[in-house]
């Protein structure tokens, strides 16, 4: 079946500094892609989303790059902060189809 | 303001002994999702209400099963819990049309003894 996945399940960042979280996923199909943050017994938190006829959007702090030639997701979080260490969870889905599929989630530590 | 409450927070139940995880929301939307999400995984989907509409997800166990008896309330029954069960789970809600921008509770972690 259809998967979406992430190349890294850690990753450490000094504090300040930019960090990339990537996601890669297999269904070309999808209509658009989500990026949540889970901080530790909490639930998921809506990042930025981008839909499939964009290639780049920008948040506050952060960007989401879509490469569909190669089916990759990132989020690039800039000037990392203590309260961005989380578990990041890249999700995809389809208009007119309310289901979710999460990938696997990476944990982003962020170093004093 | 919370706008996905769920209750309780934290549940501990014996096995084998039912148990009801409730959601509400605030938000007036048509689709509540329940995720159960185990240690250091992604949330999985067990199934949804699209209104009244129950969608179940195919793996989902015949152990679970949901309510809606309005918009603003979900319950999750786990009928017989096991060892296996213990998980966090996440009610979530989003509008007609897509799951963009799914609101999430806090979740209720349940734990089986």
């Known amino acids: 079946g259809e998967s979406v996945g992430l190349h890294l399940p850690t990753l450490s960042v000094q504090e300040g500094d930019n960090s990339i979280i990537n996601c890669a996923y297999s269904n070309s199909a999808s209509d658009y892609f989500i990026w949540y943050k889970q901080e530790s017994g909490k639930g998921p938190q809506f990042i930025i989303d981008?839909?499939?006829?964009?290639d780049k959007r920008q948040g506050q702090r952060v960007t989401v790059l879509l490469n569909k030639t190669v089916k990759h997701l990132s989020l690039q979080i800039a000037a990392t902060q203590p309260g961005d260490s989380a578990v990041y969870f890249c999700a995809e889905g389809f208009f007119g189809n309310e289901k979710l599929t999460f990938g696997t989630g990476t944990r982003l530590t962020i170093i004093p | 303001d919370a706008m996905v409450i769920q209750n309780p927070r934290y549940q501990v139940t014996q096995f084998g002994k039912p148990v009801t995880l409730s959601c509400s929301q605030t938000l007036n939307h048509n689709v509540m999702y329940w995720y159960q999400q185990k240690s250091s995984q992604a949330p999985k989907l067990l199934f949804h209400?699209?209104?009244?509409?129950?969608?179940n997800e195919a793996d989902t166990p015949d152990n679970f099963q949901s309510r809606r008896p309005n918009t603003s309330f979900c319950f999750l029954d786990i009928r017989s819990p096991g060892l296996g069960d213990a998980a966090m789970y996440l009610c979530?809600?989003?509008?007609?049309?897509?799951?963009?921008?799914?609101?999430f509770g806090q979740g209720t972690r349940l734990t089986v003894v």
């Open positions: 979530a809600t989003s509008r007609v049309g897509g799951a963009t921008e799914a609101f």
């Open positions: 209400y699209y209104d009244k509409d129950f969608n």
């Open positions: 981008i839909r499939s006829n964009m």
